[in-house]
T-cell receptor
Framework: DAKTTQPPSMDCAEGRAANLPCNHS???????VYWYRQIHSQGPQYIIH???NNETNEMASLIITEDRKSSTLILPHATLRDTAVYYC????????????FGTGTKLQVIP | DGGITQSPKYLFRKEGQNVTLSCEQN?????MYWYRQDPGQGLRLIYY???????QKGDIAEGYSVSREKKESFPLTVTSAQKNPTAFYLC??????????????FGQGTRLTVV
């Protein structure tokens, strides 16, 4: 019962913007979109989350469509250290609930 | 400094033996989670817990058991009933209050190999 759909892999040239898409067409009104990344053999790391407005922090930007059925994570200037698997999940903020991850997008940054 | 610690990093077990993986957090988080990851796969939820002495099965709980006797600790036991225990195990914690910034913090994982 995956709630999100992501492409299995993407390439990006070093220094260019990496745009990672995520579809979440069944998202509920009180569910947020969260993004994490996992560098090989490490625990996932939180990147950013949002409800309906676009968000930006020191790591990335999150663009959520007006109907909230999809979103895009943007890494503005990808570096080789951004090579990782990126996970998009939807969940209610707080509360007692399962938090499940899909298979994510493997981003390869190319020199 | 605050964080979530898993130990050991690598663990070897003989087939048929139970083994317990440790997970400790000093972030004062209410919710804790255990995930399993197989090569090239995403994370699958094993068990999760909101408060002390309460936990719920995730999607793949068979062959695993947990306890939550202290807020800081959520150990996972891989029993001999788990048919394919070799995997990378990840523990996570998060705040469980509504409306708060509730991102999950992950440990660095334990790689279990059954020999």
């Amino acid at each position: 019962d995956a709630k999100t759909t992501q492409p299995p892999s993407m390439d990006c040239a070093e220094g260019r913007a990496a745009n990672l898409p995520c579809n979440h067409s069944t998202i509920s009104g009180n569910e947020y979109v969260y993004w994490y990344r996992q560098i090989h053999s490490q625990g996932p790391q939180y990147i950013i989350h949002g409800l309906k407005n676009n968000e930006t922090n020191e790591m990335a930007s999150l663009i959520i469509t007006e109907d909230r059925k999809s979103s895009t994570l943007i890494l503005p200037h990808a570096t080789l250290r951004d090579t990782a698997v990126y996970y998009c999940i939807v969940r209610v903020s707080g509360g007692y609930q399962k938090v499940t991850f899909g298979t994510g997008t493997k981003l390869q940054v190319i020199p | 400094d605050g964080g979530i610690t898993q130990s050991p990093k690598y663990l070897f077990r003989k087939e048929g033996q139970n083994v317990t993986l440790s997970c400790e957090q000093n972030l004062n988080h209410d919710a804790m989670y255990w995930y399993r990851q197989d090569p090239g796969q995403g994370l699958r939820l094993i068990y999760y817990s909101q408060i002390v002495n309460d936990f719920q099965k995730g999607d793949i709980a068979e062959g695993y058991s947990v306890s939550r006797e202290k807020k800081e600790s959520f150990p996972l036991t891989v029993t001999s009933a788990q048919k394919n225990p070799t995997a990378f195990y990840l523990c996570a914690s998060s705040i469980a209050l509504q409306g708060r910034n509730t991102e999950a913090f992950f440990g660095q994982g334990t790689r279990l190999t059954v020999v």
